[in-house]
Nanobody
């Protein structure tokens, strides 16, 4: 069973930055894809950034130029660097990993952007 553990969420002022981490129980390079999703109450969960095998990344339009997805194979961890945060980025952020037909999820980490 794969475990994904997110950390790094918190309260930040508009314009601030946070870096989310997702530690996997096995090599992150072994997955077909890994992604960050977010969910806000009353809205559907949405993909924020997704890295496929080979390392290319797709970003949601609203975060392009502000968020950066990176991977540390040596530490089995992926990151989401979030800069210039706005209140619209407030959500629970989830780490996701896909392996063939299996999907794995972390427990989520809360990000709140407020003054």
């Amino acid at each position: 069973q794969v475990q994904l553990v997110e950390s790094g969420g918190g309260l930040v002022q508009p314009g601030g930055s946070l870096r989310l981490s997702c530690a996997a129980s096995r090599s992150v390079a072994s997955f077909d894809a890994m992604a960050w999703y977010r969910h806000t109450l009353g809205k559907q969960r949405e993909m924020v950034a997704r890295m496929i095998i080979g390392g290319s990344v797709v970003y949601q339009d609203s975060v392009k130029g502000r968020f950066t997805f990176s991977r540390d194979n040596a530490n089995n961890t992926v990151y989401l660097q979030m800069n210039n945060l706005t209140p619209e980025d407030t959500a629970i952020y989830y780490c996701n990993a896909d392996q063939s037909v299996r999907r794995y999820w972390g427990q989520g980490t809360q990000v709140t952007v407020s003054s």
